[in-house]
């Protein structure tokens, strides 16, 4: 790939351009992923009851909208990822921001229903399929033999920015109204993601002139062995251990999407208060980034299965427990649990694809992945509405989720788990 244009990698001392680049690379891919906020769940909930007045619209009617807007918003998976490992990240991500900039200052002068649902099924696309796409594999293509050091920095930069931006994108809500607070969130991808990434993202280490990965260690022969070998999509697609993973995966999004829509009526049916639902939502968040460390430094020399087959057994527990919760201090322990299953998962989904298959077709890769994992937090909250209203509780749901996480932890103890060369592995192995 030939060198951008003003950039000129030899006057950077070529070990400390190796790393810092890397990190910055991590960096701006962390504010990429928080910059899907307008297209994730937890985003729209923040501007759902002012539009819910403005348009006149039911719950019911805003949820179908919902739905039908993120199932076909995950179909932005599929295409994005050839996009990325044809044009490169800086590119892609670039374009991006702008369109999805567009898209939701589209939203605060849309005259009706209709177009408010065309432009919310874009920010989903845009943003919640094929910008977090993008984000993932931009430290995907950049890293191998630290791959895990570099999710897990990753995964706490992007927590700590969507801790940040929920409350004071909450308070502008509040304060000045959805359409003010929206403004400004496309700004942010208009005038600071969009430039951030023209400037300073760099697709691989090669494209600034390098011919090894940034952790050295790999002379150029054995890296083009290793990119040689890399995995298609198809190849893929055809190992068990990808749908085990990406099912695993997919399984803690339905999870995660179905409590986080319902957890007050779910506290609420065991006796507890709405306070102590926002407290446990804080205590899920720090043990999430505590468990991202974690598992960064575990995995970082040991198997990545492990750390699933771990997390897919917290997270069972922490379902079959939730109905017979009373107290808080039982909550807050529930909650321990889910923060610590949902960092080690994250972790997981963020590293596993590289290290397994490579990164020369990891846009693809990790697309089908990423579209499984959007359909299944499509229907996770559907799942527990239905469940509710044919059983009359949340019990059931969460027995039956249990059992399938369970089921998965198994697949996931015994899958055959590829590297995606020889080489690679080496590399990994031998530090």
């Known amino acids: 790939m030939p060198v951008p244009s003003g950039f000129n990698a030899q006057a950077i001392p070529r070990p400390a351009a190796r790393m810092y680049y890397g990190w910055v690379v991590v960096l701006i891919a962390a504010a990429a992923m928080v910059g899907t906020l307008p297209g994730r769940s937890q985003g729209l909930g923040l501007i759902t009851e002012p539009l819910l007045r403005d348009y006149q619209l039911t719950r019911v009617g805003y949820a179908q909208i919902n739905l039908v807007a993120t199932l076909i918003g995950s179909l932005f998976c599929f295409g994005i990822g050839g996009l990325l490992d044809r044009h490169g990240s800086r590119v892609v991500l670039t374009v991006l921001s702008l369109v999805l900039g567009a898209t939701v200052l589209g939203m605060t002068v849309s005259p009706n229903v209709i177009v408010l649902a065309v432009l919310i099924t874009l920010t989903r696309g845009l943003g919640q399929s094929a910008l977090s796409i993008v984000s993932l594999a931009m430290v995907g293509k950049w890293f191998r033999r630290r791959i895990t050091q570099a999710m897990a920095v990753y995964a706490v ?13 909450g308070a502008i809500v509040t304060g000045r109204g959805w359409r003010v607070a929206w403004t400004l969130v496309a700004a942010g991808l208009l005038v600071g993601l ?17 011919s090894v990965d940034d952790e050295g260690g790999v002379d150029g022969a054995r890296h083009e ?7 298609t999509l198809r190849e893929a697609l055809q190992s068990p251990a990808f749908w085990v993973f990406a099912t695993a995966s997919a399984m803690y999004g339905l999870i995660a999407s179905g409590i986080g829509l319902f957890n007050e009526s779910i506290l609420a049916e065991r006796g507890l208060t709405p306070d102590v639902y926002h407290s446990a939502l804080a205590v899920t968040a720090i043990t999430a980034l505590v468990a991202n460390f974690s598992a960064g430094a575990y995995a970082s020399r040991r198997s990545l299965r492990l750390v699933l087959v771990g997390a897919l057994g917290i997270l069972a527990a922490g379902l079959v427990v939730l109905p017979h919760i009373t107290t808080v201090p039982q909550v807050m322990m529930q909650a321990v649990a889910m923060g610590v299953g949902g960092g080690f998962v994250m972790v997981v989904f963020f590293s596993f694809w590289t290290r397994a298959y490579g990164r020369t077709h990891l846009g693809r890769i990790q697309g089908a992945a990423q579209a499984l994992t959007v359909f299944a937090s499509a229907i996770g909250p559907l799942l527990l509405a239905y469940c509710v209203e044919w059983t009359g509780s949340y019990a059931f749901a969460f027995y039956l989720l249990a059992a399938l996480v369970a089921v998965l932890a198994a697949l996931a103890a015994i899958v055959a788990v590829p590297a995606s060369s020889r080489v690679e592995q080496d590399v990994h192995y031998r530090r």
């Open 157 to 169: 930069v992007m927590s700590m920015g969507f801790m940040a931006a929920f409350p004071l994108v």
């Open 194 to 210: 969009a430039p951030l990434a023209w400037t300073l993202v760099r697709d691989t280490p090669e494209a600034i002139g390098l």
């Open 225 to 231: 062995e290793a990119s040689a070998s890399d995995a």
